[in-house]
C-alpha cells in the first residue's frame, strides 16, 4: 500500500450505507466538514448555530488537522461534543489500535504531486503522537459512523467525508463532477436510493450540481479558505429557508441547498497554526499560503450546474473585478 495514496478496504462504504432509516428530523441542518482544528472556526460555527436554534449540524470528518497542540485537540473535541460526529480519513486512521499503512489515509489522485502527500503523512505522524498523549481519545474517535442519513423537511440528505462509495473517495471533486458520465452516475445513484441530497466534503475545494433527481454540495473546506478575495471557510445550510448570507444556492420544491461562508478570527487562527506549524514544518509548506488567502479561484468556480450565485455576494464580486 503507497501511503496517502491508497485506501484500506475498511474504507468502502457497503452497499447499504445510506439504507437506513434516518438518525432525525430538522428543517435545518448544517453540514460541517474539514475543520481541520481551527478552534476560532469551531467558535464561528457554534455562533452561527445559536442564531438558529432550532438547527442541526453534523460535523462530517477531518474535524482535526492543524490542531497537534493537545490542549487545543481537546478544546475542538470538546466544542465539537453537541454535534453529531462522522469520521474522515483523518479520525480513523488516528483511531486505529495499528498502523495500517495508509498514512493520512486521503488517498490522493495522481494529480497530487508526491510532495504534498508526503507532508500530509508527515502531519498525519504529529497528529498520532497527539492522540496517543490523551488517554481514550482514539476509542472515541474510531467509534464515529463514517456515514449518516437524516431528513430535512422530509426530504432524506445522505451525508459522508468522501463520497457514495468511499470514506475517502473522489468522485464528488470538482475534476470528477465536471464529466457528464459521473454526473448520470450520480443522479442515478441519487434516484435509486431516493436522496434528494449528497453532502461531503474531503476533496478541500468547494464545489456544488443540482441534477434531475437530487443535488450534491461539496463544502470543501470549514477550517481554511476556498476562494479568492476571503479567508473565510466555507459549510453547507440545507434548509426550508433561504440564509441571507449564503454565497450560493440550489432550490429543490421549498427545499434550500446553500453554501455559507464562515468567517472566523483570521489573525487568532495564523498565530495558533505559526505556533504549532512553524518556518518550514509539513503544514506551513502545504497549507499556509491558502490560509492567506493565495493561489484560490473565484466563489463562481465551485457551480457546475443548477446552483446560482447569490445577489450579495454577485455583488461583492463586481466590485472586485
Same mark, same amino acid.
Not at 497528529?127 to 472515541?140: E, F, I, M, R
Not at 426550508?240 to 448570507?245: M, S, V, Y
Given at each position: 500500500?503507497?501511503?496517502?495514496?491508497?485506501?484500506?478496504?475498511?474504507?468502502?462504504?457497503?452497499?447499504?450505507?445510506?439504507?437506513? &432509516?434516518?438518525?432525525? !428530523?430538522?428543517?435545518?441542518?448544517?453540514? *460541517?466538514?474539514?475543520?481541520?482544528?481551527?478552534?476560532?472556526?469551531?467558535?464561528?460555527?457554534?455562533?452561527?448555530? /445559536?442564531?438558529? !436554534?432550532?438547527?442541526?449540524?453534523?460535523?462530517?470528518?477531518?474535524?482535526?488537522? @492543524?490542531?497537534?497542540?493537545?490542549?487545543? @485537540?481537546? /478544546?475542538? #473535541?470538546?466544542?465539537?461534543? $453537541?454535534?453529531?460526529?462522522?469520521?474522515?480519513?483523518?479520525?480513523?486512521?488516528?483511531?486505529?489500535?495499528?498502523?495500517?499503512?495508509?498514512?493520512?489515509?486521503?488517498?490522493?489522485? =495522481?494529480? *497530487?504531486?508526491?510532495?504534498? *502527500?508526503?507532508?500530509?503523512?508527515?502531519?498525519?505522524?504529529?497528529?498520532?503522537?497527539?492522540?496517543?498523549?490523551?488517554?481514550?481519545?482514539?476509542?472515541?474517535?474510531?467509534?464515529?459512523?463514517?456515514?449518516?442519513?437524516?431528513?430535512?423537511?422530509?426530504?432524506?440528505?445522505?451525508?459522508?467525508?468522501?463520497?457514495?462509495?468511499?470514506?475517502?473517495?473522489?468522485?464528488? !471533486?470538482?475534476?470528477?463532477?465536471?464529466?457528464?458520465?459521473?454526473?448520470?452516475?450520480?443522479?442515478?445513484? =441519487? &434516484?435509486?436510493?431516493?436522496?434528494? *441530497?449528497?453532502?461531503?466534503?474531503?476533496?478541500?475545494?468547494?464545489?456544488?450540481?443540482?441534477? #434531475?433527481?437530487?443535488? +450534491?454540495?461539496?463544502?470543501?473546506?470549514?477550517? =481554511?479558505?476556498?476562494?479568492?478575495?476571503?479567508?473565510?471557510?466555507?459549510?453547507?445550510?440545507?434548509?426550508?429557508?433561504?440564509?441571507?448570507?449564503?454565497?450560493?444556492?440550489? $432550490?429543490?420544491?421549498?427545499?434550500?441547498? #446553500?453554501?455559507?461562508?464562515?468567517?472566523?478570527?483570521? /489573525?487568532? @487562527?495564523?498565530?495558533?497554526?505559526?505556533? &504549532?506549524?512553524?518556518?518550514? !514544518?509539513?503544514?506551513?509548506?502545504?497549507?499556509?499560503?491558502?490560509? /492567506?488567502?493565495?493561489?484560490? @479561484?473565484?466563489?463562481?468556480?465551485?457551480?457546475?450546474?443548477?446552483?446560482?450565485?447569490?445577489?450579495?455576494?454577485?455583488? =461583492?464580486?463586481? +466590485?472586485? #473585478?
Amino acid at each position: 500500500m503507497r501511503a496517502g495514496r491508497d485506501c484500506p478496504l475498511d474504507y468502502r462504504l457497503p452497499a447499504d450505507a445510506f439504507a437506513a &432509516q434516518p438518525l432525525f !428530523s430538522c428543517d435545518t441542518l448544517y453540514v *460541517v466538514g474539514g475543520l481541520y482544528g481551527n478552534r476560532q472556526a469551531l467558535a464561528a460555527l457554534q455562533r452561527r448555530v /445559536q442564531s438558529e !436554534s432550532s438547527a442541526r449540524v453534523i460535523v462530517n470528518g477531518d474535524a482535526h488537522w @492543524f490542531d497537534c497542540d493537545p490542549q487545543v @485537540f481537546l /478544546q475542538v #473535541e470538546q466544542g465539537l461534543r $453537541e454535534y453529531t460526529l462522522l469520521r474522515g480519513n483523518v479520525e480513523t486512521e488516528l483511531g486505529r489500535a495499528n498502523d495500517s499503512g495508509a498514512g493520512c489515509g486521503c488517498a490522493y489522485p =495522481m494529480s *497530487v504531486d508526491d510532495s504534498v *502527500v508526503e507532508r500530509s503523512n508527515a502531519i498525519q505522524q504529529q497528529l498520532n503522537q497527539t492522540v496517543q498523549s490523551l488517554p481514550g481519545v482514539a476509542g472515541q474517535l474510531a467509534a464515529r459512523p463514517t456515514t449518516a442519513v437524516v431528513e430535512v423537511a422530509g426530504r432524506r440528505v445522505a451525508v459522508s467525508h468522501g463520497d457514495e462509495q468511499s470514506l475517502a473517495g473522489w468522485q464528488c !471533486s470538482r475534476e470528477a463532477l465536471s464529466e457528464p458520465a459521473r454526473q448520470r452516475e450520480l443522479d442515478f445513484w =441519487m &434516484q435509486q436510493h431516493e436522496c434528494e *441530497v449528497l453532502a461531503t466534503s474531503h476533496s478541500c475545494a468547494a464545489v456544488a450540481l443540482n441534477l #434531475e433527481h437530487g443535488a +450534491l454540495i461539496n463544502n470543501g473546506a470549514a477550517g =481554511m479558505p476556498n476562494f479568492s478575495g476571503g479567508r473565510y471557510g466555507v459549510i453547507t445550510r440545507i434548509a426550508t429557508t433561504p440564509h441571507a448570507a449564503a454565497l450560493y444556492r440550489a $432550490e429543490r420544491n421549498g427545499l434550500f441547498i #446553500e453554501a455559507l461562508a464562515l468567517n472566523y478570527d483570521h /489573525q487568532q @487562527f495564523i498565530s495558533d497554526f505559526d505556533r &504549532q506549524w512553524p518556518p518550514s !514544518s509539513p503544514a506551513e509548506l502545504s497549507y499556509r499560503s491558502r490560509i /492567506q488567502g493565495q493561489a484560490l @479561484f473565484p466563489v463562481s468556480s465551485a457551480l457546475l450546474t443548477g446552483f446560482s450565485l447569490c445577489q450579495s455576494l454577485c455583488a =461583492m464580486e463586481a +466590485l472586485t #473585478e
